[in-house]
């Protein structure tokens, strides 16, 4: 289904960077030919269905900068090591800091608290996030390999999709493309397909 930018105004960030991903995966639409009976045809497309916004917030007191460049593997150890008592979820979708005036969405992982409020071990400067929220620890990449970004890891999620018991529900909804008008079908597939594509 082609997608349509939402009616949203272009002057928050987080509004910003939803119309640039609505953009990205309306420039990316039926580019790809082998994936037109897929799940999902880009990790554009899969954010927007699955995904929630997040609030950037001041770090937490105490939080030291991780390596730069190194996101995915920032923010899974910072999860892990905040999961059991904080509630920490590991998130992985697309952000927008004050680098480029917030225009440019960049791939990127961080954390969130389970009120929705982003932890980011990586960036200062983050200015708006929406990504989705994995809930099962197992497929946090402490290797530093994204699920969204390393192709081995994204190629099975844009085929069959992500199996719904490993997402966390945080985070605030994504405005619908269009009046009642979702994504489309939001998981094609049997339930082992998708499960055997995220392991």
Not at 52 to 77: D, I, K, S, V
Not at 119 to 147: K, M, N, Q, S
Not at 174 to 199: F, H
Request: glycine share 10%.
């Amino acid at each position: 289904m082609p997608y349509r930018s939402p009616e949203i105004s272009r002057h928050r960030p987080l509004d910003r960077l939803l119309a640039t991903i609505h953009e990205s995966a309306q420039r990316f639409e039926g580019v790809y030919p082998g994936t037109k009976n897929w799940a999902y045809q880009t990790a554009f497309h899969l954010v927007l269905d699955l995904g929630r916004g997040f609030t950037a917030t001041a770090p937490p007191a105490g939080l030291g900068r991780m390596p730069a460049r190194e996101c995915y593997a920032n923010a899974a150890r910072y999860a892990l090591e905040h999961h059991s008592r904080e509630g920490v979820i590991y998130v992985e979708g697309f952000a927008s800091s004050d680098v480029f005036g917030g225009h440019l969405p960049l791939a990127h992982a961080w954390c969130v608290r389970p009120d929705g409020t982003v932890i980011d071990p990586t960036w200062v400067d983050g200015l708006a996030y929406v990504g989705i929220p994995f809930a099962e620890t197992r497929l946090w990449p402490v290797d530093g390999f994204g699920l969204l970004d390393y192709h081995k890891r994204l190629l099975p999620l844009l085929h069959h999709g992500i199996p719904e018991q490993v997402l966390a529900d945080v985070g605030h909804p994504l405005p619908l493309l269009g009046p009642n008008d979702p994504a489309g079908p939001r998981q094609p597939g049997t339930v082992e397909q998708r499960t055997e594509a995220v392991r």
